[in-house]
Nanobody
Framework: VQLQASGGGVVQAGGSLRLSCTAS???????LGWFRQARGKNREGVAC???????????DSMKGRFTIARRKRDNGEESVELQMNNLRPEDTAVYYC?????????????????WGQGTLVTVSS
């Protein structure tokens, strides 16, 4: 499984960004997720979506602002998008997409082992 993330950038507080991650390889039964790591902090989960579209948002402060979506392309590859609205300076981090086997009912149950390269999101105040 290989993951390629894109869509990061610089945005003012209150603005929006959409991150996208293309997954190549067999991911049909995998959970797909987004994680982030701010400077000097541990990596934390943002959101994930299971093979059957069940979503999990890891942190309450992201609920209602971040939306995760899973799509399948015509060539069979899958992608996972993270729409981020009403961004705050504390959302500044490197965002990583990830994939791994996960139950269809809970994509956040187990650790992820396949990771993309990360994309930087900077929110200015």
């Amino acid at each position: 499984v290989q993951l390629q993330a894109s869509g990061g950038g610089v945005v003012q507080a209150g603005g929006s960004l959409r991150l996208s991650c293309t997954a190549s390889g067999y991911t049909s039964s995998y959970g797909l997720g987004w994680f982030r790591q701010a400077r000097g902090k541990n990596r934390e989960g943002v959101a994930c979506v299971s093979s059957r579209g069940v979503t999990t948002t890891y942190v309450d402060s992201m609920k209602g602002r971040f939306t995760i979506a899973r799509r399948k392309r015509d060539n069979g590859e899958e992608s996972v998008e993270l729409q981020m609205n009403n961004l705050r300076p504390e959302d500044t981090a490197v965002y990583y997409c990830a994939a791994d086997k996960a139950p269809y009912y809970n994509c956040g149950l187990y650790p992820y082992h396949y990771w993309g390269q990360g994309t930087l999101v900077t929110v200015s105040s």
